[in-house]
């Protein structure tokens, strides 16, 4: 239980196109989703926490038109790179929580595979 | 603020025996979960072990244990007899206020 997927595993585009990138929680509703980006034998940098049904809500310094998230689903978030330059080739990661079992409890997230963004 | 440091970027041990990483952190919350995820080659990001702040009792997955110093603010991971398969990158996280704070991550290496 508690699968996490990601598509496309790893995408190629060029200097000022858009990528989508989905995270899906297989076998559970995840009420919050997070985005991360780690560069190659870094830290994972949270980027942004989605929850169902409203606005994401950016960490200082990710630009909010730049990295577009939208949390349709409780099962489906999507990260949008706007106008992607080489700069924003990264390896993008995001996890899913599920509602807390007990009421004031945190359950763990659990983590998709990653999606390694290449720009040209 | 909250911040995570491992201090041990590389670590090896050898198989059969125990390791232990290390982790200090630093939150002004006093609810807090502490984490060790493993992130092999593939970039899967796999739990390991699991803290609650407001349990004193260390916790424990099989081969892996936790020596969780609420005072001291340290969370480091013991690993008893090292497998190859524990070859990895290590990281520790701090969650509160539902976000999430990661170490810069030790890079563990098995040798047989």
């Known amino acids: 239980g508690a699968v996490v997927s990601q598509h496309p595993s790893w995408v190629i585009c060029k200097s000022g196109t858009s990528v989508k990138i989905e995270c899906r929680s297989l076998?559970?509703?995840?009420?919050?989703m997070f985005w991360y980006r780690q560069f190659p034998k870094q830290s994972l940098m949270l980027m942004a926490t989605?929850?169902?049904?409203?606005?994401?809500?950016?960490e200082q310094g990710v630009e909010k038109d730049k990295f577009l998230i939208n949390h349709a689903s409780l099962t489906l978030s999507t990260l949008t790179v706007t106008s992607a330059h080489p700069e924003d080739s990264s390896f993008y990661i995001c996890?899913?929580?599920?509602?807390?079992?007990?009421?004031?409890?945190?359950?763990?997230?659990?983590f998709g595979p990653g999606t390694r963004l290449t720009v040209l | 603020a909250q911040t995570v440091t491992q201090s041990q970027p590389e670590m090896s041990v050898q198989e059969a025996e125990t390791v232990t990483l290390s982790c200090t952190y630093d939150?002004?919350?006093?609810?807090?979960?502490l984490f060790w995820y493993k992130q092999p080659p593939s970039r899967q990001m796999i739990l390991v072990i699991r803290?609650?702040?407001?349990?004193?009792q260390n916790a424990t997955e099989n081969r892996f244990s936790v020596n969780f110093q609420k005072a001291a603010k340290s969370f480091s991971l013991k690993i008893s007899d090292s497998q190859l398969g524990d070859a990895a990158m290590y990281f520790c996280?701090?969650?509160?206020?539902?976000?999430?704070?990661f170490g810069d991550g030790t890079t563990l290496t098995v040798k047989p």
């Open positions: 996280a701090l969650e509160s206020a539902g976000k999430s704070t």
């Open positions: 939150t002004s919350e006093s609810d807090y979960y």
């Open positions: 076998d559970f509703q995840a009420t919050t």
């Open positions: 996890s899913a929580r599920p509602p807390p079992v007990t009421s004031g409890r945190t359950d763990t997230q659990y």
């Open positions: 803290q609650e702040a407001y349990k004193q």
């Open positions: 989605s929850n169902e049904g409203s606005k994401a809500t950016y």
